[in-house]
Each structure stands twice: as C-alpha cells, then as structure tokens.
C-alpha cells in the first residue's frame, strides 16, 4: 500500500476528534469492547504466526529474551491498556457522575 504519512493522520483524527468531544464516559462502553477484542485478536495472530515459525524454522541462535528496546515495548503495552479500563469501572461506582473528573 503506497499511503502517505498525512493521509495517515488525517484517517486517525477524522475517528479521534469526536470522539474526544464526548464527555459521558458510558458511550465508551462499546468502543472500549470493539478495542480490546482487536487487541485480543492482534495477539492470537502474533501468537500463531510465532508458533509457526517455531515449529518450521526452530529457534534462532543470535536471540536475546531482553533486548535493547523492551522497557519501550512495556511502557508503551502498559499505557494501552491502562487508560479506559480502569476508568469506565470507576465512573460505574461514582455515585454523583455529575461530579467525576477522569
């Protein structure tokens, strides 16, 4: 696919933007359920496509478990998955919603 940085980011904020204007974090629900089944299907795939690149090729000799950019790739797995999911359970207990402040 030969798509252009712009074309990129112009698709990213014609979703985001919106969705930022929203101030009820209930309509969150869904998007949040649609977001995490993504990621879930992401994993699976990169699960499968490891596996089978296992079983075809073995393990590599020249692979470190810890290489040089894993604190990038754990604060960045963390900072995905942090965010709604603990927010939407908090707003759910709040008992004045008028007064919730994420």
């Not at 496509?49 to 604190?71: E, K, M, N, T, Y």
């Not at 965010?83 to 939407?88: E, L, S």
């Amino acid at each position: 696919w030969n798509v252009s940085e712009l074309t990129v980011l112009l698709a990213q904020m014609v979703i985001s933007v919106p969705m930022a204007w929203i101030r009820r974090l209930e309509f969150f629900k869904w998007t949040n359920v649609v977001a995490n089944g993504t990621v879930l299907a992401a994993l699976v795939i990169i699960l499968l496509f490891s596996l089978r690149g296992l079983a075809q090729h073995g393990p590599a000799d020249d692979i470190d478990l810890v290489g040089s950019g894993w604190l990038l790739f754990v604060g960045t797995s963390v900072f995905c998955f942090e965010c709604i999911n603990f927010v939407i359970p908090m707003y759910a207990e709040h008992e004045n919603k008028e007064t919730f402040v994420p």
